[in-house]
T-cell receptor, first 112, second 112 residues
Framework: ETGVTQSPTHLIKTRGQQVTLRCSSQ?????VSWYQQALGQGPQFIFQ???????GRGNFPPRFSGLQFPNYSSELNVNALELDDSALYLC???????????FGSGTRLTVV | KQEVTQIPAALSVPEGENLVLNCSFT??????LQWFRQDPGKGLTSLLL?????REQTSGRLNASLDKSSGRSTLYIAASQPGDSATYLC???????????FGKGTRLSVIA
């Protein structure tokens, strides 16, 4: 029943390659956040966009970048993949104010 | 810097038992708090959202409480069922424009 869709669901990449993960949010969800979740850990914040502008960033290197588009979709790009980038990547979005976040089903990225 | 801790890390109970999951946070100045459920390898499903001005929220067999002054929240699950088996994550939103800060979760197993 989630209104946030992520693609692809699974992905295998080679170290050094680049990857783009995609997220489609519900209409009106003008804030989108991306998280990385390693096995057995809680999600770690990567960055957040509000109305197509980045307005927050976690402790991730610049090779993690993103975009948000006017149609409430967004993407996460990771360059020069490393083995430690293997994780579940989660997209979350919300409308303004007091509303909570809605999460997508995630993309499982494996770097070999 | 806000930090969120969840205890216990794992819990196993027989079907039908009532149980409590704990969440603590270091900075009492929060905007709201969300409890999520995560099935293995899947995304996050929002269970309950508590605003900073609220003391508790209920949905079906679930009840979440919030005590900002002591930096604690609990998730109470009544009459547990095997289908409740999952990881439960607590997440705090420090202010209106900030992303969520997660605990590492409690992995719950309900034995039939």
């Amino acid at each position: 029943e989630t209104g946030v869709t992520q693609s692809p669901t699974h992905l295998i990449k080679t170290r050094g390659q680049q990857v783009t993960l995609r997220c489609s949010s519900q209409s009106g969800h003008n804030t989108v956040s991306w998280y990385q979740q390693a096995l057995g850990q809680g999600p770690q914040f990567i960055f957040q966009y509000y109305r197509e502008e980045e307005n927050g960033r976690g402790n991730f290197p610049p090779r993690f970048s993103g975009l948000q588009f006017p149609n409430y979709s967004s993407e996460l790009n990771v360059n020069a993949l490393e083995l430690d980038d293997s994780a579940l990547y989660l997209c979350a979005s919300r409308t303004g104010g007091v509303y909570g976040y809605t999460f997508g089903s995630g993309t499982r990225l494996t770097v070999v | 810097k806000q930090e969120v801790t969840q205890i216990p890390a794992a819990l196993s109970v027989p079907e039908g038992e009532n149980l409590v999951l704990n969440c603590s946070f270091t900075d009492s100045a929060i905007y709201n708090l969300q409890w999520f459920r995560q099935d293995p390898g899947k995304g996050l499903t929002s269970l309950l959202l508590i605003q900073s001005s609220q003391r508790e929220q209920t949905s079906g067999r679930l009840n979440a409480s919030l005590d900002k002054s002591s930096g604690r929240s609990t998730l109470y699950i009544a009459a547990s069922q095997p289908g409740d088996s999952a990881t439960y994550l607590c997440a705090v939103r420090p202010s209106g424009n900030t992303p969520l800060v997660f605990g590492k979760g409690t992995r719950l197993s309900v034995i039939a």
